[in-house]
Nanobody
Framework: QVQLVESGGGWVQPGGSLRLSCVTSGFSFSSYSMGWFRQAPGKERLFVGVIRTTDGAALYDDSVRGRFTISRDNAKNTVYLQMSSLRPDDTAIYYC?????????????????WGQGTQVTVSS
């Protein structure tokens, strides 16, 4: 059974940091690229970034580049999203997802498996 379980969300003040984790099981982690998406209230689910688990190569959306970093631990089948310099417009539910299609995948339909999401709220 495939599982992706996000954790680490919560409330943080603007300028603060959070690290999200996504623990996976039930599929060959090192054969997939792992993405992060986010969905704000009333908005569509949008690409944040993706990492290729074989070599750690990563891509980011312009809105988070330089502030967010994706990493992975293949031994733990886990992917992380380190978020810093958080802004109120980063408030959303954050989802991790797995794709077998490689690194350059930016749309939800390109991903095979999804977690349930974790809420991140940035406000003062």
């Amino acid at each position: 059974q495939v599982q992706l379980v996000e954790s680490g969300g919560g409330w943080v003040q603007p300028g603060g940091s959070l690290r999200l984790s996504c623990v996976t099981s039930g599929f060959s982690f090192s054969s997939y690229s792992m993405g992060w998406f986010r969905q704000a209230p009333g908005k569509e689910r949008l690409f944040v970034g993706v990492i290729r688990t074989t070599d750690g190569a990563a891509l980011y959306d312009d809105s988070v580049r330089g502030r967010f970093t994706i990493s992975r631990d293949n031994a733990k089948n886990t992917v992380y999203l380190q978020m810093s310099s958080l802004r109120p417009d980063d408030t959303a539910i954050y989802y991790c997802a797995a794709t077998s299609r490689g690194l350059h995948n930016y749309y939800t339909y390109e991903y095979d498996y999804w977690g349930q999401g974790t809420q991140v709220t940035v406000s003062s």
